[in-house]
């Protein structure tokens, strides 16, 4: 007989998903695979950001078929950072991953990332082998990449790599605001700075097959290097969230 102590924690997996169609089934039945092989105790959660495509009608006849899936409609798109929190606050399990509904990264490998989360390790962060975009996709990446880590002192190899997987009571101390791209910035810095220990694990990328980018684009570019600055003054000029320490604040979910 198992012991409580050698019980495997209990695992969420979520997906931010914004037409996604073309991908989103093979991905949540990907996962439900994978995370049955890990612990017995799990769930698959995807939170539809407001899709125009058939997004929607696709992850509810996932939702019927499967026990495990649960799906979070947002009837009107939240951006990127919003579907996260969403994804966070849904999330019921000790253990929480998440990566893009995009198919770019392959959720079986969050095998590799599960037996990397240790005890003394409170978060596991992938990274790109190999960037499989466009030439100017890479380069934006890069510029994007080193800019960041310098501007707020990140330590991680690659901040933007969304394939994660991290102890839920992190959210506990770590408060996310962001509804843009940029959450995932504000995330790594809030964590970092609060002392959780983080691992690095090298994970694939692949190409986009289905639709195309929604960051990519001058107007997007443009408002994210403002919303960065705005961070970078928040966090690194005035430190406000190394002040946050009222428990009943830090929770993952829809506070702005």
């Not at 705005?230 to 406000?240: A, D, P, Q, S």
Request: with cysteine; hydrophobic share 40%; net charge positive.
């Amino acid at each position: 007989m198992t012991s409580p102590a050698a019980r495997k924690p209990g695992l969420s997996v979520f997906f931010p998903a914004y037409n996604d169609a073309g991908t989103i089934a093979s991905l949540v039945i990907s996962a439900l695979r994978t995370a049955r092989t890990l612990t017995d105790d799990y769930e698959v959660i995807v939170v539809n950001d407001g899709s125009a495509d058939a997004t929607a009608e696709i992850l509810n006849e996932l939702a019927r078929t499967y026990p495990q899936v649960r799906v979070v409609h947002h009837p009107k798109n939240r951006g990127y950072g919003g579907a996260l929190r969403s994804g966070f606050a849904a999330a019921t399990r000790d253990v929480v991953f998440y990566t893009d509904g995009d198919a770019q990264y392959d959720p079986s490998e969050m095998t590799v990332l599960w037996h990397a989360l240790v005890d003394g390790v409170d978060l596991v962060n992938g990274y790109k082998i190999s960037r499989s975009d466009p030439l100017h996709r890479i380069v934006i990446g890069r510029i994007y990449h080193h800019t960041v880590k310098t501007l707020f002192g990140l330590k991680v190899r690659d901040v933007d790599c969304d394939f994660r997987m991290m102890r839920r009571s992190i959210f506990d101390r770590v408060l996310l605001e962001k509804n843009s791209g940029v959450i995932c910035l504000e995330m790594m810095k809030k964590i970092q700075d609060a002392g959780f220990r983080i691992a690095e694990v090298p994970v694939h990328h692949y190409h986009r097959a289905h639709g195309r980018s929604q960051f990519f684009n001058f107007r997007r570019l443009a408002r994210t290097a403002a919303d960065v600055m705005k961070l970078w003054f928040v966090l690194v000029v005035r430190r406000e969230h190394e002040r946050e320490s009222s428990p009943a604040a830090a929770t993952p979910g829809d506070r702005r």
